[in-house]
C-alpha cells in the first residue's frame, strides 16, 4: 500500500465482515422511486432490506439528483460503516442531449470531437447524480448482423484503440474527482463482437491470432488509458464463459496489463453460466466467477445468496474477496464519494447543465462530422439554397425519436430535430414533405422489437405524384432507431419493410434523387448503388440529426466522414472487411472456378472500409519512404502529397495501411497504422508526413507475445482501404 488511497481502502476493509465484503460486490438495479415509499413484497423488499443492511456496493439505473440523494442518503447514513454507493448508468452516446451513435461518431475519425462529445455526456450525467457510465464499448465488429455494432467503432482495431482512449478520456477527464466527470468501463471483454451468425449472445469460436491481434488491442488502449472499469460479457471463449475466464480477467487484465480497477459483470452474466453449462447451480457460479476475477455481480443475486457462505466453508479465499472489494473502494475513493458523498446531486446543477446551448452545440458538431458522402454522381449535391422545388418523402424525415436512435435510456422521445425540420430552415426553396409508407407499426420501446410495416403502402402514389412535379426528390430511409442495439440482429441487411417499394417506384418518375440513410449498422444498398446519384450515410445522429443533414445537403458544411465499417453487396458476404488474410488461391489464374470468390457476386465489398466522398475532390501524387532498408531500431518516414483538386474548401482524411508481406502468423493483406485529418482550399497542396516505429511493424503472435520479424513490407496511402499509391521497404 503505498498511496493514500490505498492505506484508507485497507484500513476499511479491515473493519468490514464477510457479508458487507459481499455486499461491495453486489449491484442492483434501482427500478423503484426511491424517494417514494419503500417496497413491499418480492425480490424489491428484499433489494432495499440488503441496502439498509449495507449488502450493496452499486446500483444502476436509479437517475437524477433527487433520486440518487435519497438513495445515498440509505447507504451513507443508515448503514453500519456508511459506504457510499457508486450509481451506474448506460450513457452510451450521451444522456439527455444526445451525440451520434458511436458507430456514427467513428465515422468522423475525428478523435478530439469524440473525446468532446463523451465530456458532454459526462457532463450531464453526472449532473443527474451518476458518477459510473457503462461504456465505451470497444468490441470490434465485423458483421453488420449483429445490432450492437452500432455502439462500437468498427472494424479496425487501430482505429478503434484510438477512440477507445479518447472516449475514456472525454468520459473521466484529468480529474476523477471533479463533479463533471465519470467513470468509464471498457467493455465487452471480451470477443463479444464474434457471436457466431452475428446472433445475439451466441457463442465465439475464434483463433488466438485473431484474440491477440484484433479482439483485445482496443481493451488494452483502454487500459493503458487509465479507465477504471472493465465488464466482461456474455459470450464464451474457448469453451468458457468469459465471465468465469480466469486467463481473461486474471492473467492478461490484471496480471500482464496490470489493471487495477475493477470487473464487473454484463446483467447477470454470472447466473447465466448456469445456462451455459459451464457451473451446476448459483454456489458454483459464484465460486468460479469470483475465483475468475469478476469483482461485481450486475443483477445476477449470486453473490450476495452464495459468496458469503463459500468464503465461511473454505471453498473462496477471503483474499480474493478483499481483492475485489480493495479495488471497488479504490474507485470510490477516486471519485471523491467518500468525500461528499452528494457531490453528484445538486438539482441546481442538473438544471443548468442538461440541455444546454453549448451541449447542443458540441452535439451539432459531432453530426455533421458523422455523415460520410457515399456516391454523388454528376455532383448532384450540394443542393441549390433557392429556385428548386424539392420533394422531401419518407417517414424518417419527420420523426423526432428515431433519429435518437438506441441506447437513449435517459433521453426523451419526440426531442431530436427531423431531418424536415432541418431543411426548413432553408427558405429559399419549395420543400414539399409527404410522409409516404410508414416504417414501424406503432410506438416502440427499448425492450421491444419493432414491428416493421412490410405490407402497406399506403401513401406511396402520393409520394410518386409529388416526385414527378419536383426537380429534386430527398428520400429518408432507412432503419428505425430501435433497429439495431443489444438484441436486435438481423439476416436481411437490405432496407426494412416496404422502403425499396417506395424507393424504386420513385426512381421510376424521377431519377434525381438524393437518399439520405438513417441506420445503425452497414446495409445491402446495391440496387440504390447502382441506380442513385447521390447517397448520403447519416446515420442515426443523435438529437441535432435534422441541422446536421441539412446543413450537409446544402453544403454549409462539406462531409468528412469515412466509414469505420465496411458494406456488403449483400448479406452472404458478411461478415465481411478489408484486413482479411490472403489464401492460398486468392486471384484466378488459369480461367476456372477454383479460387477464392464467389459465383453469383463480386467478391469485392460495396463500399470499403475508410470510404468517404467530398464536395471537393483529392489527387495523391509523390509517395516517398527516407529509405528502402531499415534496421530494427530504425523509423521508416513516409510522405505523400496531396491536393485538393476541386472547386471548394475540404476536409480528407489521409490514411496509412501496410502490409507484411511474410510472417510466422499470416498478416493481413492491409493493416491501418496512421491516419491524419487535413484541411485544404481549392488548389493548394500538403506534404502529409508520417513515421512508423517498430511498434507499428509487429503483431502478437500465437502466445500473446508482441513480435517484430524482418522482411519485405508494403506501405499504401489513400483517402480509403482501397488506396491509390503504394511503396515497399525492407525490415532487418
Not at 152 to 159: I, M, N, R, T, Y
Not at 451 to 474: F, M, Q
Request: glycine share 8%; net charge negative; proline share 4%.
Amino acid at each position: 500500500m503505498n498511496t493514500e488511497i490505498d492505506k484508507k481502502v485497507d484500513s476499511l476493509l479491515k473493519l468490514m465482515t464477510i457479508e458487507e465484503k459481499v455486499g461491495q460486490m453486489n449491484q442492483y438495479n434501482g427500478f423503484w422511486d426511491v424517494t417514494g415509499p419503500a417496497p413491499e413484497g418480492g425480490s424489491a423488499e428484499k433489494k432495499y432490506e440488503h441496502l439498509r443492511n449495507g449488502w450493496v456496493g452499486s446500483m444502476l439505473t436509479v437517475r437524477g439528483a433527487k433520486e440518487v440523494r435519497a438513495v445515498q442518503k440509505i447507504a451513507v447514513e443508515e448503514t453500519r460503516l456508511g459506504i457510499p454507493l457508486i450509481i451506474g448508468f448506460d450513457v452510451i452516446h450521451g444522456y439527455k442531449t444526445l451525440s451520434p451513435i458511436p458507430l456514427a461518431e467513428a465515422a468522423s475519425w475525428d478523435l478530439k470531437a469524440i473525446e468532446k462529445s463523451a465530456s458532454v455526456a459526462a457532463a450531464e450525467a453526472s449532473a443527474s447524480g451518476i458518477n459510473w457510465t457503462f461504456g465505451p464499448m470497444v468490441d470490434i465488429g465485423r458483421d453488420a448482423r449483429w445490432g450492437r455494432v452500432m455502439e462500437g467503432a468498427g472494424e479496425d482495431p487501430f482505429l478503434g484503440s484510438l477512440i477507445a482512449q479518447a472516449r475514456v478520456k472525454g468520459f473521466q477527464g484529468d480529474d476523477l474527482s471533479a463533479v463533471n466527470t465519470i467513470a468509464a468501463c471498457a467493455k465487452h471483454f471480451a470477443a463479444y463482437g464474434f457471436a457466431e451468425a452475428g446472433k445475439e449472445y451466441n457463442t465465439v469460436d475464434i483463433g488466438t491470432s485473431t484474440l491477440h491481434n484484433i479482439v483485445l488491442p482496443p481493451f488494452k488502449a483502454a487500459a493503458e488509458a487509465g479507465v477504471r472499469t472493465f465488464m466482461n460479457s456474455f459470450n464464451e471463449l474457448n469453451g468458457v464463459p468469459v465471465t468465469g475466464s480466469s486467463y481473461l480477467q486474471r492473467d492478461i487484465l490484471k496480471g500482464e496489463w496490470g489493471f487495477n480497477g475493477f470487473v464487473v459483470s454484463d446483467w447477470a452474466s454470472i447466473n447465466e453460466m448456469i445456462s451455459w453449462g459451464h457451473a451446476k447451480d448459483k454456489r458454483e457460479a459464484a465460486k468460479i466467477a469470483a475465483i475468475a476475477g469478476s469483482d461485481m455481480d450486475m443483477e445476477g443475486n449470486v453473490y450476495v445468496e452464495e459468496l458469503a457462505q463459500l468464503v465461511k466453508d473454505g471453498v473462496v479465499e477471503e483474499a480474493i474477496l478483499d481483492d475485489a472489494v480493495s479495488r471497488i473502494l479504490k474507485v470510490k475513493f477516486e471519485l471523491g464519494l467518500f468525500d461528499d458523498p452528494y457531490k453528484y446531486c445538486d438539482e441546481t446543477r442538473e438544471k443548468e447543465v442538461i440541455g444546454s446551448k453549448k451541449h447542443r452545440e458540441a452535439v451539432l458538431d459531432m453530426a455533421k462530422k458523422s455523415i460520410v458522402l457515399l456516391k454523388n454522381k454528376n455532383n448532384l449535391l450540394p443542393l441549390k439554397k433557392e429556385g428548386q422545388k424539392i420533394a422531401l418523402i419518407g417517414a424518417l424525415a419527420s420523426d423526432k425519436s428515431s433519429p435518437l436512435g438506441s441506447w437513449r435510456i435517459a433521453s426523451d422521445d419526440e426531442t431530436a430535430v427531423s431531418v424536415l425540420e432541418g431543411m426548413q430552415k432553408y427558405t429559399g426553396n419549395s420543400v414539399n414533405y409527404v410522409k409516404g409508407p410508414d416504417v414501424a407499426l406503432e410506438t416502440t420501446t427499448f425492450l421491444h422489437e419493432v414491428k416493421l410495416n412490410t405490407k402497406d403502402t399506403s401513401g406511396l402514389e402520393e409520394a410518386v405524384t409529388a416526385a414527378k412535379s419536383s426537380d429534386v426528390v430527398v428520400m429518408v430511409l432507412g432503419e428505425y432507431g430501435f433497429q439495431t442495439g443489444e438484441g436486435r440482429s438481423r439476416t436481411n441487411l437490405q432496407l426494412p419493410g416496404v422502403q425499396q417499394e417506395l424507393l424504386e417506384a420513385v426512381y421510376k418518375v424521377n431519377p434525381n434523387i438524393v437518399l439520405v440513410l438513417n441506420n445503425g449498422r452497414p446495409l445491402a444498398i446495391s440496387w440504390a448503388d447502382e441506380h442513385i446519384p447521390a447517397i448520403v450515410e447519416a446515420w442515426q445522429l443523435g438529437t441535432e440529426t435534422g441541422n446536421a443533414v441539412a446543413e450537409v445537403l446544402y453544403g454549409d458544411y462539406n462531409p468528412s466522414g469515412k466509414l469505420p465499417m465496411t458494406f456488403p453487396r449483400n448479406v452472404g458476404q458478411v461478415p465481411i472487411y478489408y484486413n482479411y488474410k490472403n489464401t492460398g488461391r486468392p486471384v484466378d489464374k488459369d480461367d476456372n472456378v477454383f479460387w477464392s470468390h464467389y459465383v453469383d457476386v463480386d467478391k469485392t465489398p460495396l463500399y470499403p472500409f475508410g470510404h468517404g466522398l467530398s464536395y471537393t475532390s483529392f489527387e495523391y501524387s509523390d509517395l516517398k519512404l527516407n529509405a528502402s532498408t531499415f534496421s530494427i531500431s530504425d523509423e521508416v518516414q513516409v510522405s505523400v502529397t496531396v491536393t485538393n483538386t476541386g472547386k471548394v474548401e475540404g476536409k480528407e482524411v489521409v490514411q496509412l495501411y501496410i502490409r507484411d508481406l511474410v510472417g510466422s502468423i499470416t498478416r493481413p493483406v492491409k493493416e491501418l497504422k496512421a491516419f491524419e485529418m487535413i484541411t485544404l482550399q481549392p488548389g493548394v497542396s500538403k506534404t502529409v508526413n508520417f513515421v512508423l516505429n517498430k511498434e507499428a511493424l509487429g503483431f502478437y503472435n500465437n502466445d500473446g507475445k508482441y513480435v517484430i520479424e524482418s522482411g519485405d513490407f508494403k506501405v499504401f496511402l489513400g483517402g480509403s482501404s482501397d488506396t491509390v499509391l503504394e511503396a515497399d521497404f525492407t525490415l532487418e
